[in-house]
């Protein structure tokens, strides 16, 4: 018997979301990449919601925590037009780099330290974990929206019965 039921349906739920993220920043096209909504690029709002993923899904207060190299102050800020951009490719290590960090995190995750604080954090792990999945499905929402209003396309999600596509996958749904 799994010792750790709750933190099985985290991981399942953790590696659909990681999937669904890349898909849909994949599904951006070139031509959006730079285009304004509500007053900043698409590529910001990506960015916005990583950074956010990557901070505060583990410890917002993490002294050790460590800005990616692509950062400078105020590029996760939606409140804030900044001079810098981000490119594909850039984006794509980042998320690479997030990916790595959270499945381990996950991995190591048991049950027991779900309402356990992580040091100088005022929030248990579980009100974090449920803050970023809240927070990333409605950034995600948002950049869909983008999306299928220019280009009428739909990036495919997972749900809870689908399985994670492995190998060459249709990125839209048909």
Aim: aromatic share 10%; hydrophobic share 35%; net charge negative.
């Amino acid at each position: 018997m799994d010792q750790n039921p709750l933190t099985a349906v985290i991981k399942d739920q953790t590696w659909r979301a990681l999937w669904e993220v890349k898909n849909v920043i994949d599904c951006v096209p070139d031509e959006l990449w730079d285009k304004t909504y509500c007053a900043m690029p698409c590529w910001k709002h990506i960015y916005h919601m990583l950074h956010s993923l990557d901070l505060w899904l583990i410890n917002p207060r993490d002294r050790m925590y460590q800005e990616p190299e692509i950062h400078e102050k105020d590029l996760n800020n939606l409140d804030v037009i900044s001079e810098k951009r981000i490119s594909r490719a850039e984006m794509d290590g980042y998320v690479g780099d997030i990916d790595k960090k959270i499945r381990n995190y996950i991995l190591n995750l048991k049950d027991a330290q779900l309402l356990d604080h992580p040091p100088d954090c005022e929030y248990d792990r579980f009100t974090l974990l449920l803050a970023q999945f809240r927070h990333l499905h409605s950034h995600m929402g948002m950049i869909m929206g983008f999306i299928i209003d220019d280009t009428g396309l739909w990036p495919r999600v997972l749900g809870l019965e689908h399985p994670i596509p492995e190998g060459e996958y249709s990125q839209y749904v048909s």
